[in-house]
């Protein structure tokens, strides 16, 4: 068992429906294999615990492990192409990129770049866009799972419009999709997500076999990308008849309780009525939004409906795996709304980086939060003394305030520590993969 000693901050209940900051000088968090089983006042439970290793970080503050529910593995290299509208970039950058993950020895390289990446950024858990090639899929999971991620991915199918090298058929997708399944899904922390690209890229007979494969794995996530781009939008349109977007995944059953749509800068009232009545989730990605200029996320239309909201980087037309940075982007939109956007204090921003992340992903018994009973997911942030986000938690005027000045400051080299489970698996720049 070890005892941390920490200032710490989480949002155990959700402030789009009255949760506030939950903030704990000099707390105690007791861990054991992995999981929270005391929490409290230092001076009460380390009388409770008077054996125990203890772990001083008083320097800083302790969050729990940010979740990133949409991220693209293979794109890791391609970050930062600017001045491209969605279906330009995608040619332009990311599908060049994407075919070269058909050589596996690539792809292993790309993972590292990639889960470096996440850990630096204190990412714990994520939802993990795959690779067109299942043997890049294979070493996402396979390098995920050394490192003791808690990650969701899977196989990306596509049959139309991309490149020859990215397409497949629906009998190889579901071969593939099972095969990968079988290896994975449920062992460690990961688990399998069906992936088509997005509806632009995969015909009817495609989508029915991510359907049943979506049935036929149990317990297996569905990701995809929905609305993001206006132009997108009108040929999704044509393709499918008139369709909603929402509902060319929906009619093959592949909305429910563990579905997570990206983007959805642009949806219909009915669409949203779907969303909420399936259940389903939506990934926020601001930065990505930004950069492709796909457009300003209604969020308050989002909460209204009541859709469940989380935030994703989506690297690598987000500009970075920082949530800390989405989470700030995610503020600027709203605030560009005017009035109808949703004001978004610290507590949302925390809420939609952690605890919502973990709720889109069916997690939220395990992670999301620094509660008793919840696994030990956590970062450590630990700014250089001196530097603009030091000097500004030394002179914030309440946690509330500390929490505004780390998502306007704050970067991933703030991050001086990051745990899964109970293991360290980052602390600074040094990192440990679990089984190397
Ligand atoms: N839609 C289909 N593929 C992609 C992708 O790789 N990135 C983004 N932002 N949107 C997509
Ligand atoms: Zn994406």
């Not at 054991?32 to 800083?60: F, N, Q, S």
């Amino acid at each position: 068992m070890t005892l941390f000693r920490a200032t710490v901050l989480d949002t155990p209940d959700s402030p789009f429906t009255g949760g506030v900051l939950r903030s704990e000088e000099d707390c105690a968090i007791v861990v054991d294999d992995g999981v929270i089983v005391a929490r409290g006042p230092y001076a009460e439970v380390r009388t409770a615990h008077p054996g125990e290793e203890v772990l001083d970080l008083r320097e800083g503050m302790i969050l729990p492990g940010l979740v990133d529910t949409h991220v693209h593995f293979p794109q890791v290299r391609v970050i930062g192409g600017l001045g491209m509208p969605l279906l330009d970039w995608l040619d332009q950058c990311a599908l060049p990129e994407e075919m070269r993950l058909a050589d596996v020895e690539a792809a292993r390289g790309i993972a590292k770049d990639f889960v470096t990446g996440l850990v630096d950024a204190g990412t714990t858990t994520a939802l993990v866009f795959g690779s067109h090639f299942a043997g890049a899929v294979d070493v996402m999971f396979e390098t995920a799972d050394q490192w003791g991620l808690r990650v969701t991915t899977g196989l990306v199918t596509s049959d139309r419009i991309l490149p020859e090298p990215l397409l497949t058929t629906p009998a190889r997708a579901y071969a593939e999709s099972a095969e990968l399944a079988a290896r994975w899904h449920g062992k460690d922390r990961l688990r399998y997500a069906v992936t088509p690209r997005f509806s632009l890229s995969a015909s009817e007979a495609i989508l029915e076999s991510c359907g049943a494969t979506f049935r036929d794995v149990e317990g297996s996530f569905f990701t995809s990308h929905v609305n993001e781009n206006d132009a997108e939008i009108a040929e999704v349109a044509r393709l499918f008849g008139g369709s909603s977007y929402v509902d060319t995944y929906a009619v093959h059953g592949l909305l429910n309780r563990r579905s997570v749509l990206a983007h959805n800068v642009h949806p219909t009232d009915a669409e949203l009525a779907t969303l909420a009545g399936l259940d389903a989730s939506v990934a926020h990605c601001p930065t990505s939004n930004s950069a492709l200029g796909s457009g300003l996320f209604p969020l308050r239309r989002h909460v209204e409906a009541g859709v469940r909201v989380a935030m994703g980087s989506d690297v690598g037309a987000g500009t970075g795996f920082s949530l800390l940075k989405e989470g700030l982007q995610a503020y600027f939109m709203q605030r560009l709304l005017g009035g109808e956007g949703l004001p978004l204090t610290s507590a949302h921003l925390l809420w939609l980086c952690t605890a919502a992340g973990a709720d889109a992903l069916a997690l939220a018994d395990t992670v999301g939060d620094l509660s008793v009973g919840k696994q030990f997911d956590a970062v450590w942030l630990l700014p250089e003394a001196g530097n603009p986000l030091a000097v500004g938690l030394g002179n914030a005027r309440s946690a509330d305030d500390a929490l505004s000045k780390v998502f306007a400051l704050g970067t991933t080299s703030d991050i001086g520590g990051v745990w899964v489970g109970g293991d360290q698996i980052a602390a600074g720049r040094w990192h440990r993969p679990r089984r190397a």
